[in-house]
Structure formats: C-alpha cells, structure tokens
C-alpha cells in the first residue's frame, strides 16, 4: 500500500508533534513556535519479536579508557572544544551568514591532512570549485583532502564509510535530505533525521564530525531545539561581520569546560588566531579622555581587558535615552538608577550610552564599578588615569561585591602594564601577590566615585 501523506504541526523550541496549530507548546510553553509539514505515512509493519532482555551493569564493573584527542592545530579551537577533537563526536557550529563558519572548518581541515588524518569535507551549498577556490585562499593542502557535493543522506552516509575518514564536515545541516521523510530540506523533520543519522554514524564508527548549522534573526540554530541537545558539543561563532575580531564560544560540551572562548580575527588568509586578546583589544585606546575605563572580564580561565566607554549628555527629549552596546541594556539601567539613589548623581535629564570598545559581548557582571567610573566620569567631565583597571560588582543597596579569581585579573592587569587596580575590598586579601601594581579595595559606590 502506498504511503499517505499527512499534515502535523511541530514545535522549533523542543520538536513536539500536534495535530493542528496552537498557540503555546504544551511541551516548552514557547509561543508562536509551531510550524506546519507534511510526513509521509505508510502501512505499519509486522509485529517485531522481543529482542533478548539486557541487565544493567554496576557503575564499579564499567571500565573506562583515557580520551585519546587529536589537536586541530589551532589553539583558540583546541581550548574551546577542551583539548581537541575526540573520537566519535558530533559537534555543531553555529553563526552568523558571513561569520567565518565554514571558513574555520576548511582551516582545521588543512591542518588536520598535514597530520596525516583522513577528512571529508561534505557540502551542499558549494560546488568543488567554489571550495578549491576557498581552500586556495586560506592557505596551501599539502596533503590531499576528499570533497564531496551531495545533500542525500543515503549517498552520504555511504561514502562515509567506505572512505575511512576520521573527520567528517557536513555543510551544511540544512541542506542535507532524507529521501523517506519527503519534507522540504532545512525543515524541522529533516533536520532532526538528519542529525539522528549523524550521531548513529559517529558513535558507530567512532568519527568525529563537525556540523554547520544556521541561525535565525534571533540567533539560534534554525531547525528544532533538540538539534542541540542531541549534539556533544555546540560552539557559535560571534561577531560583527565588519569587525575584525571573532568569538568562538562553547554553549555545550560533553568534554569540556563550556566556559571557554576562542578569539581570531578576520583576514584576507581566513582567520587568525589572537594570541594576546587584551592587547589586541587595547590596541588604540584613547588616552586623557573622559568616559574611558578598563575593566576584566572573565571568559571561563582567561580573563580578558576591555575598554569601556560611556557619554553623558544633556537630553532633548522629554525621556532620556539609554543605549548599551556589548552590554546587557537591562544591567546598565540598573547602576544607573543605584548611582542616582545612593550616590545622588542627578542622571534623568542626561542621555547616557555605554559601549564595549573593540566589538566584545560582556556578560560579567565583574564590570560593574566600572561602568559606574565610565558614566561619573562623563559626566563630571573627568579623566580615569589610563594605568587604572577597575573590577566589582554593585548591589542595589550601593555595595561593591565580590567577584571571583581577582587574582587572575589582577596579575592580567599587572603583565599590560597597569599601575592601579580598583578592586572590592572583600576580595583585597586574595589580590595581594607579589605584583607590581598598586590595589585599592572600596566597600561602597560612594567610596569608589570618590577617587576619581
């Protein structure tokens, strides 16, 4: 009997199936996420006989075996993925159009042939001359690398395990077809079955592969949400196109920490690596200028030295505003009002905008006291000393936080050459090292803003 076909509602967030359209998802609570394909339904087979019942094993009795990874030759890469590739994972790799997704994965593959490993680099956007054209320009293959243009699963998977690859790219996740399931390529169905082929041949033959995905105007991977939790690993790629600097950062991690990021910067060779990104950050800061301050961010075990800049100006508008770029908006709306409740700083009739120089998205709230400095000093129309870093968290109450490995960030601040680090007086203990920089500790907002 010939298949039918029939009509059923997914969920992007979480891939619940429903037989019509609503609203919510009953599985995620997600609105607005349910959208419409068709499957292909056929006759239900013969009854399957039992297999042989399994005993589970004692966690005592399980034998384990040390990780054997393999270095891709890029040490921002090899940090985020916690070392280096490991045999039979799946790892996604999300961005941006333009961001430098497939152009990291052919730099990789370069490096990995010149050891020797076998790779498969597969694509279904690209020709083969597109991706020699490509390659030509990030570098020289010494060694020779496969190609293969194909988007059919079945040709895939095929090709797969007759070529002995230990590396496999697929290029990308949308693209890639299942002939059975007879929905359009890229949509939820397709790329949930695709994924599921995918990790079955990893862990089967134990081969590593890497999966590029896109993203949509929200950022997250196109397709279902179960797309990332069927991975081992998920890294995005973030970053202005016309900005030099990009960050690769691990949201997932089966075998590693998901803490740590990777920082390159884009060139007319493909991507490099920054060995040094507080100083490539840096680099052209404006010196005897109102506004200006540099604070640590921590990015997992690296902590990294930003600018950060703020302009306080008279408002003409009835409301003023309050623009935050490479900051969370909310955050800075809440030091704001702290600094005009317990310092008595009159901002309401002053549009205030707070910047991350250099590109950087900053997440710790470690910057704090200094986006407080930055505004004060807009605002009152002086200069922070440029050999000064500032570190701590505000409350509301107007107190200066701890934050943690202050030590890190101080002997950071101290290897660039500062002279003073502004840091919260629980942490000053923990600070003190033989180091050549100057440490302050203050408990209150209005103690800090009274040094500048």
Same mark, same amino acid.
């Given at each position: 009997?010939?298949?039918?076909?029939?009509?059923?509602?997914?969920?992007?967030?979480?891939?619940?199936?429903?037989?019509?359209?609503?609203?919510?998802?009953?599985?995620?609570?997600?609105?607005?996420?349910?959208?419409?394909?068709?499957?292909?339904?056929?006759?239900?087979?013969?009854?399957?006989?039992?297999?042989?019942?399994?005993?589970?094993? $004692?966690?005592?009795?399980?034998?384990?075996?040390?990780?054997?990874?393999?270095?891709?030759?890029?040490?921002?890469?090899?940090?985020?993925?916690?070392?280096?590739?490991?045999?039979?994972?799946?790892?996604?790799?999300?961005?941006?159009?333009?961001?430098?997704?497939?152009?990291?994965?052919?730099?990789?593959?370069?490096?990995?042939?010149?050891?020797?490993?076998?790779?498969?680099?597969?694509?279904?956007?690209?020709?083969?001359?597109?991706?020699?054209?490509?390659?030509?320009?990030?570098?020289?293959?010494?060694?020779?690398?496969?190609?293969?243009?194909?988007?059919?699963?079945?040709?895939?998977?095929?090709?797969?395990?007759?070529?002995?690859?230990?590396?496999?790219?697929?290029?990308?996740?949308?693209?890639?077809?299942?002939?059975?399931?007879?929905?359009?390529?890229?949509?939820?169905?397709?790329?949930?079955?695709?994924?599921?082929?995918?990790?079955?041949?990893?862990?089967?033959?134990?081969?590593?592969?890497? #999966?590029?995905?896109?993203?949509?105007?929200?950022?997250?991977?196109?397709?279902?949400?179960?797309?990332?939790?069927?991975?081992?690993?998920?890294?995005?790629?973030?970053?202005?196109?016309?900005?030099?600097?990009? #960050?690769?950062?691990?949201?997932?991690?089966?075998?590693?920490?998901?803490?740590?990021?990777?920082?390159?910067?884009?060139?007319?060779?493909?991507?490099?690596?920054?060995?040094?990104?507080?100083?490539?950050?840096?680099?052209?800061?404006?010196?005897?200028? +109102?506004?200006?301050?540099?604070? +640590?961010?921590?990015?997992?075990?690296?902590?990294?030295?930003?600018?950060?800049?703020?302009?306080?100006?008279?408002?003409?508008?009835?409301?003023?505003?309050?623009?935050?770029?490479?900051?969370?908006?909310?955050?800075?709306?809440?030091?704001?009002?702290?600094?005009?409740?317990?310092?008595?700083?009159?901002?309401?009739?002053?549009?205030?905008?707070?910047?991350?120089?250099? $590109?950087?998205?900053?997440?710790?709230?470690?910057?704090?006291?200094?986006?407080?400095?930055?505004?004060?000093?807009?605002?009152?129309?002086?200069?922070?000393?440029?050999?000064?870093?500032?570190?701590?968290?505000?409350?509301?109450?107007?107190?200066?936080?701890?934050?943690?490995?202050?030590?890190?960030?101080?002997?950071?601040?101290?290897?660039?050459?500062?002279?003073?680090?502004?840091?919260?007086?629980?942490?000053?203990?923990?600070?003190?090292?033989?180091?050549?920089?100057?440490?302050?500790?203050?408990?209150?907002?209005?103690?800090?803003?009274?040094?500048?």
């Amino acid at each position: 009997m010939a298949a039918k076909e029939k009509q059923i509602f997914f969920c992007k967030e979480c891939g619940y199936e429903s037989a019509k359209w609503q609203g919510q998802c009953p599985g995620c609570r997600a609105w607005n996420t349910f959208v419409e394909e068709k499957v292909k339904v056929g006759v239900k087979g013969a009854v399957k006989q039992p297999k042989d019942a399994v005993s589970p094993m $004692g966690i005592l009795q399980v034998t384990t075996a040390e990780e054997s990874r393999v270095q891709t030759g890029m040490r921002e890469l090899d940090r985020v993925l916690g070392g280096g590739i490991v045999k039979g994972s799946l790892v996604l790799v999300g961005g941006d159009p333009g961001i430098g997704k497939s152009t990291i994965l052919l730099q990789m593959c370069r490096n990995l042939v010149h050891q020797n490993v076998n790779v498969l680099y597969v694509s279904g956007e690209e020709s083969l001359s597109q991706i020699k054209m490509r390659a030509e320009r990030i570098g020289v293959f010494e060694k020779d690398m496969l190609l293969l243009c194909d988007n059919d699963m079945d040709n895939i998977e095929r090709v797969i395990t007759k070529s002995n690859a230990s590396v496999v790219i697929i290029d990308s996740i949308q693209t890639m077809v299942v002939e059975e399931v007879g929905s359009a390529p890229g949509t939820v169905t397709q790329v949930r079955e695709v994924t599921a082929r995918l990790m079955q041949v990893a862990k089967q033959y134990g081969i590593a592969i890497f #999966i590029v995905g896109h993203v949509t105007k929200e950022g997250n991977v196109a397709g279902p949400r179960t797309l990332e939790h069927m991975v081992d690993s998920v890294l995005y790629f973030e970053g202005d196109r016309n900005h030099g600097f990009r #960050i690769l950062r691990g949201v997932k991690n089966r075998f590693g920490s998901t803490n740590e990021i990777g920082v390159f910067t884009m060139t007319e060779k493909g991507l490099e690596e920054v060995d040094n990104p507080s100083q490539a950050l840096l680099n052209g800061r404006p010196q005897n200028v +109102s506004g200006s301050v540099v604070v +640590s961010s921590l990015e997992g075990t690296r902590p990294i030295l930003v600018e950060l800049q703020a302009l306080v100006c008279q408002t003409n508008f009835n409301m003023p505003r309050r623009t935050s770029v490479g900051i969370d908006y909310n955050r800075v709306n809440l030091i704001l009002a702290v600094m005009e409740k317990r310092v008595g700083m009159n901002l309401w009739g002053y549009d205030a905008y707070v910047n991350i120089a250099g $590109g950087m998205k900053v997440n710790d709230t470690a910057v704090d006291l200094g986006v407080a400095f930055a505004i004060a000093s807009s605002m009152n129309n002086k200069v922070v000393p440029s050999d000064t870093m500032i570190i701590g968290e505000i409350g509301l109450a107007g107190e200066i936080r701890g934050v943690t490995n202050v030590l890190q960030r101080v002997k950071e601040a101290d290897k660039m050459g500062f002279a003073t680090c502004i840091i919260p007086k629980s942490n000053y203990d923990k600070a003190m090292d033989k180091l050549n920089v100057k440490i302050l500790g203050v408990s209150t907002l209005v103690e800090a803003l009274s040094l500048l």
